[in-house]
């Protein structure tokens, strides 16, 4: 997209072309973003608006600034590398429980994953009170899949939202930490039962790996515990 050197471009314009450059690789992960003086004579904006339109880039994880050097774009970028973790309730609230409080003390440092390239995935909290479309974490969701900064969506339940409502037709895949069937709920998402066995295998086979023998945990219902049991013994857990 090119402009006119004589139109001047507001700071959320100027942010936004710069985001999308980034997002289509015109500017690749780990390269120097053009410097300010050229981009105020391709873009028209003041050397303030460009500062800023940086700014925010460097806010939102897409740019790293390295003092003389320049700024440079970021290695892993939000659009790839961000979920986020959607609360129905808020930390404020007498319905915040040690489930929740247990899932944002691991998600608030980044995920590495196994494989090659490695990559680090990180988890970005909405807390959404009673899951409802209103409210300061629901406009900054809305605002953050608008902008194509999410590579996902992890809900803790489904939320009690509108068919219509961005966060349910966004392009982003959708996961839900459920145990019940969601029935004619409009939250089309793929379905993550922490009692089946796949992910109980995955859970104990990490926690052997990193070294731990002895675990202790909930079974909620009680016909289940024979079955972590078993299942915890074949991965030399206790």
Do not use: K
Not at 80 to 86: C, F, H, K, M, Q
Not at 207 to 230: C, E, F, M
Request: proline share 8%; glycine share 10%.
């Amino acid at each position: 997209m090119i402009y006119a050197g004589a139109m001047r471009l507001s700071r959320l314009q100027i942010e936004r072309e710069l985001r999308r450059r980034i997002q289509a690789r015109i500017y690749p992960p780990g390269s120097c973003l053009p410097s300010r003086r050229a981009l105020q004579q391709e873009l028209g904006g003041s050397p303030l608006t460009i500062q800023a339109a940086f700014d925010q880039l460097v806010q939102q994880g897409y740019a790293v600034p390295h003092g003389t050097q320049g700024t440079f774009v970021a290695e892993h970028l939000p659009n790839e590398s961000t979920v986020a973790l959607v609360f129905n309730d808020g930390y404020e609230t007498g319905t915040w429980n040690r489930f929740y409080s247990a899932l944002s003390r691991i998600a608030a440092d980044p995920v590495r994953l196994d494989g090659p390239p490695a990559a680090t995935t990180a988890f970005r909290p909405y807390c959404l009170i009673g899951g409802r479309p209103e409210g300061e974490a629901y406009e900054r969701l809305c605002a953050d899949l608008a902008d194509g900064a999410l590579a996902g969506m992890l809900f803790t339940n489904p939320p009690l939202l509108s068919a219509s409502s961005p966060v349910l037709t966004a392009d982003v895949p959708r996961v839900c930490i459920d145990n019940v069937a969601l029935g004619g709920h409009p939250f089309t998402t793929s379905h993550l039962r922490i009692c089946d066995q796949p992910v109980l295998a995955a859970l104990f086979g990490r926690l052997r790996g990193h070294g731990r023998a002895r675990i202790a945990g909930l079974a909620g219902d009680p016909g289940n515990l024979d079955r972590y049991r078993t299942l915890a013994a074949a991965h030399g857990l206790e």
